[in-house]
């Protein structure tokens, strides 16, 4: 048990999760350092969700429950953030799972770098299914300064990209005073808030350091947020998280190297693609189609959606969209 000021603190936005949580919290406590805390924010959940957030709670201090008193993730993960005191915050769904070692290396990690921010990558796994780790891992390591080209870079320099170019925010640590010293806060949308997040803390950070470990756990499945909406929303989703990011950078374009500014206009108008025509995430792509034209030709108009920033295959198909809603 820790006493005192923690080290660490995860943060864990819940809204009737009961069929993961448990994995998920399990996961925390397990981590092979003590001088953690866990704030499981809860929204409003009307499932078990409560009963097992008490039980861990009443078995070990380090787990605190919070109430949030809005739906969205961003909202309980602000909440989670008032009431932090770890010098460095992870994020973590409550239906993910962490490797024991995640706090010690990642942690270990952004001190021997001097980053504010650190990360590992991540795996994915089905469902129900249960990880499978690779049977040969490298523990390569290196440090990105400034960090937000690299996040954009398409290739993600030299690892795969699953640690370096999503724009997750969890299977990282952030640090706290940092967080604060730069006002960062998550924006009050359904869902791409740590897309805005990670792109500003990137931007605003001297020093990322990343291993090529696998630490964290991403849990697919037909019940995850990204899921849950229709194409029509989805779309909507990705036009305010899109217009934030150029909002918020349009000012701050001048500190940026021709590279990256090259690369985030691509970014911005990626996620517009992903919004507007790959109907992914959702249902009714295609009884949606014609509005989404309209939208897409609508921002572009404003100067918001470049289809010539895309990469040539993406600008292709935006291309057709526009002229034949293909």
């Known amino acids: 048990m820790v006493r005192g000021t923690p080290t660490y603190s995860l943060l864990v936005p819940v809204r009737n999760g009961e069929r993961y949580l448990r994995p998920c919290l399990e996961s925390v406590l397990r981590q092979d350092v003590e001088d953690w805390e866990c704030l499981c924010v809860d929204g409003k959940s009307t499932d078990g969700t409560g009963d097992i ?10 787990f605190i429950i919070l109430d949030s008193s ?14 932090a005191r770890g010098r460095w915050i992870s994020f973590l769904d409550a239906d993910d799972l962490l ?28 469902g129900d299914g249960e990880p499978i780790a690779s049977p040969v891992e490298r ?26 170019r999503n724009h997750f925010v969890w299977g990282r640590l952030f640090e706290r005073k940092f967080l ?15 897309t805005l997040f990670t792109l500003q803390a990137f931007h605003l950070a001297k020093r990322f350091a990343l291993t090529e470990r696998t630490l964290c756990w991403h849990r697919r499945h037909s019940q995850s947020l990204m899921n849950s909406y229709r194409c ?15 909002d918020w950078f349009r000012d701050r374009m001048n500190f940026l190297d021709g590279e990256t500014a090259r690369l985030l206009r691509r970014r911005i108008a990626k ?33 918001i959606f470049d289809p010539s920033a895309l990469l040539p295959w993406h600008r292709l198909h935006s291309g057709l969209f526009l002229l034949f809603c293909l």
């Open 139 to 164: 523990c390569f390591s290196m440090a990105y300064s400034p960090p937000l080209r690299a996040l954009l870079t398409p290739k993600g320099q030299i690892f795969l990209g699953n640690g370096l």
């Open 53 to 62: 957030l008490r039980s861990f709670a009443a078995a070990d201090e380090r």
């Open 180 to 194: 604060q010293a730069n006002g960062l806060s998550f924006a009050a949308v359904p869902t791409g808030e740590d």
């Open 232 to 246: 029509a929303d989805y779309r909507e989703h990705c036009i305010a998280v899109a217009t934030a990011v150029r």
């Open 99 to 126: 490797e024991p070692a995640f706090l010690r290396t990642v942690g270990q990690l952004a001190r021997d770098f001097g980053a504010e921010i650190s990360g590992c990558c991540h795996g994915n796994f089905p």
């Open 70 to 83: 809005g739906l969205a993730v961003g909202e309980a993960r602000n909440c989670g953030m008032e009431r």
């Open 271 to 303: 996620i517009l693609y992903e919004g507007c025509l790959r109907g992914r995430h959702g249902n009714n792509f295609w009884a949606s189609r014609l509005q989404s034209r309209r939208r897409l030709r609508g921002l572009q108009r404003a100067g």
